[in-house]
Nanobody
Framework: QLQLVQSGGGLVQPGGSLRLSCAASGFTMDNYAIGWFRQAPGKVRDEISCINYPDRAINYDDSVKGRFTISRDNAKNTVYLQMNDLKPEDTAVYYC????????????????WGQGTQVTVSS
């Protein structure tokens, strides 16, 4: 069964840190662009970071640049999102997604989604 399984997330105070994980099973992520997206209530699911295919260039949305870091562990077939200096506006459901041989992480090109995980930043 092809799936992405997410872990991490939760409640954190402003300025805190969290790490999200996204493990692929049933397939390897080598031939996919790999991205993290987030969706706040009433808003569209937006890309916030991507490891592109095939050059594995990394992109960040301006809203998270300098605070979030995407990385991958090929041996574990897992991608991570380290989130530092979290702000209340980062509150959302976070999703990982993969797009087959895509040059960028476009929401409409995603083939598989993780189940989503809630991140809440509040004092």
């Amino acid at each position: 069964q092809l799936q992405l399984v997410q872990s991490g997330g939760g409640l954190v105070q402003p300025g805190g840190s969290l790490r999200l994980s996204c493990a692929a099973s049933g397939f390897t992520m080598d031939n996919y662009a790999i991205g993290w997206f987030r969706q706040a209530p009433g808003k569209v699911r937006d890309e916030i970071s991507c490891i592109n295919y095939p050059d594995r260039a990394i992109n960040y949305d301006d809203s998270v640049k300098g605070r979030f870091t995407i990385s991958r562990d090929n041996a574990k077939n897992t991608v991570y999102l380290q989130m530092n200096d979290l702000k209340p506006e980062d509150t959302a459901v976070y999703y990982c997604g993969v797009a087959w041989r895509a040059l960028a992480c476009v929401r409409t090109s995603v083939n598989y989604w993780g189940q989503g995980t809630q991140v809440t930043v509040s004092s």
